[in-house]
């Protein structure tokens, strides 16, 4: 099934999105006598994957817009270099374990929204990857390599962007370099993982203006979904809601007016425009 968070009538609202439309969880609940929350992340947090949809009316995609599945994830994690095409684009080695690295809630902006580069003199050199993300389903911590199945509730698309000039200057700047606004976005849709029956067979694909910029496989990842998940349990307790955004095989150099996307057949596609920011104080 696929779940989404939509702006329809001035409000938020989760539903579950087909070929037709996407179908609000308010609905489903009045035709079905259903008690699932109007929220994803607590869909998530309660273990909800599937819901009853015959006879719901679907609105029309043209007439809402999709939104982030929710608006603070617990924790966002980000893999770097998990692919060598990535490591030869930038000049980088790949790390043996996973260079896993954390972006803040603050560096979200909604899918189809708009990347704002900062003023140049902040980061003149900025890098978008489309990437595969897991969503974590269930609170977990030391989980045995065969129980992952069961603590993921399904995957999602993700845009990562990257400061290079600043990564450049030192990599222990990677936080900082990741961390600006507008670096990150993810879904719309987070499809349930029960829909996907080979992760390592997913193509991602980041496009950029129009043509693919980079396309690789993830059984082609140095670590695969499934071992980052146990890998990052081993140090932290995963919450429903997290966020593993599994890396890119390269990413797009982007200028303003430039229009930048991550594909996924099967999960889902992101998109977003490329503007200029200024240095606008706020207080």
């Avoid at 900062?118 to 609170?139: F, Q, W």
């Avoid at 069961?150 to 990677?174: Q, S």
């Avoid at 082609?220 to 998940?229: A, D, I, Y």
């Amino acid at each position: 099934m696929k779940w989404m968070t939509f702006l329809y009538g001035g409000r938020k609202h989760a539903g579950v999105a087909t070929a037709a439309g996407v179908l609000p969880v308010a609905e489903i609940n009045a035709r079905h006598g259903t008690a699932i929350p109007n929220d994803l992340l607590a869909i998530i947090q309660a273990g909800i994957r599937t819901a009853p949809v015959a006879d719901v009316p679907p609105l029309p995609f043209a007439e809402v817009q999709p939104w982030l599945p929710y608006d603070a994830p617990p924790k966002i994690w980000c893999i770097g270099l998990n692919y060598q095409s990535h490591a030869e684009d930038i000049g980088a080695v790949q790390p043996e374990e996973p260079g896993s690295f954390m972006k803040p809630a603050s560096s979200l902006f909604p899918p189809g929204g708009e990347i704002v580069l900062p003023p140049p003199e902040v980061s003149d050199e900025v890098d978008a990857e489309g990437e595969l993300a897991v969503v974590i389903g269930k609170t977990c911590r030391f989980v045995p390599a065969e129980h992952v199945r069961d603590v993921i509730f399904g995957y999602t698309t993700t845009l990562d962007l990257t400061a290079l000039d600043v990564l450049r200057k030192n990599p222990r700047y990677l936080t900082r370099a990741k961390s600006v606004d507008t670096f990150f976005s993810f879904g719309p849709v987070i499809v349930t993982a029960d829909e996907i029956a080979d992760v390592d067979a997913l193509e991602v694909v980041t496009e950029h203006n129009g043509a693919v910029c980079s396309r690789d496989y993830v059984r082609n990842m140095k670590t695969r979904p499934f071992e980052l998940v146990r890998f990052h349990s081993d140090f932290m307790t995963l919450q429903p809601g997290d966020v593993i955004s599994t890396g890119c095989p390269k990413g797009a150099r982007i200028k303003p007016g430039d229009r930048v996307g991550g594909r996924i057949d099967g999960v889902g596609s992101i998109s977003a425009r490329v503007t200029q920011g200024a240095r606008t104080p706020r207080y």
